[in-house]
């Protein structure tokens, strides 16, 4: 069945630094990928998406490029900011009934 | 534009209880989910409906979860009994149909449950 793989936190960073988390998924058909991000006491919130291949979601500085090839939506953010700490979760949907699979979570703390 | 709103925030149970959710959706949307996330992990889907039909409850425990949506808006989701393993957030999500390019999901703040 479909997957997502994502990588572990927590990750503690100082403002200003550059954030990557990385996700892989495994799918059957081409499915659309998304960030989610839940700030503390707030349900999920999308971040980005990107339906196809090659196809940049982009929201709050934050980017993720759909690679089919080595089936990965990294996400990244240049210059965080304290604001920016939450748990972010990798998701896809498939095309076939539309259910989305999540990922496990990465925590990200941001010190000032 | 209102959130998906759910209520309570948090409930403490001890095993073999009873509990229910409520959950009500964005205006409009015909879809509606229930996830369960347990700590540390992501959310799994339970239960989904189309207006007040169910289109998916594969991954449901039928023999003490059920889930209704009565004229296609408000859902409530009970656990009967419930089980320690049953202590997770349950999360309520809609869109404004389950075929939408994309699926975008708006998910409500979610209910604390801990079992004891």
């Known amino acids: 069945g479909d997957s997502v793989t994502q990588m572990e936190g927590p990750v503690t960073l100082s403002e200003e630094a550059f954030l990557t988390i990385n996700c892989t998924y495994t799918?059957?058909?081409?499915?659309?990928l998304f960030w989610y991000v839940q700030y503390p006491g707030e349900g999920l919130q999308l971040l980005l998406k990107a339906t196809k291949a090659d196809d940049k979601g982009s929201n709050k500085g934050f980017e993720a490029t759909y690679r089919k090839e080595t089936t990965s939506f990294h996400l990244e953010k240049g210059s965080v900011q304290v604001s920016d700490s939450a748990v972010y979760f990798c998701a896809l949907s498939d095309r076939s009934d539309y259910k989305l699979s999540f990922g496990a979570g990465t925590t990200v703390t941001v010190r000032a | 534009e209102a959130g998906v709103a759910q209520s309570p925030r948090y409930k403490i149970i001890e095993k073999r209880q009873s509990v229910a959710f409520w959950c009500n959706p964005i205006s409009g949307h015909a879809t509606l989910y229930w996830y369960q996330q347990i700590l540390g992990q992501g959310p799994k889907l339970l239960i989904q409906f189309q207006n007040n039909g169910v289109v998916d409850d594969s991954q449901l425990p039928k023999d003490r979860f059920s889930a209704e949506r009565l004229k296609g808006v408000d859902s409530t989701l009970k656990i009967q009994p419930a089980k320690l393993e049953d202590s997770a957030v349950y999360l309520c999500a809609s869109s404004w149909t389950s075929d939408m390019n994309g699926n975008e999901q708006f998910f409500g703040p979610g209910t604390r449950l801990t079992v004891l």
């Open positions: 799918a059957t058909g081409y499915p659309s």
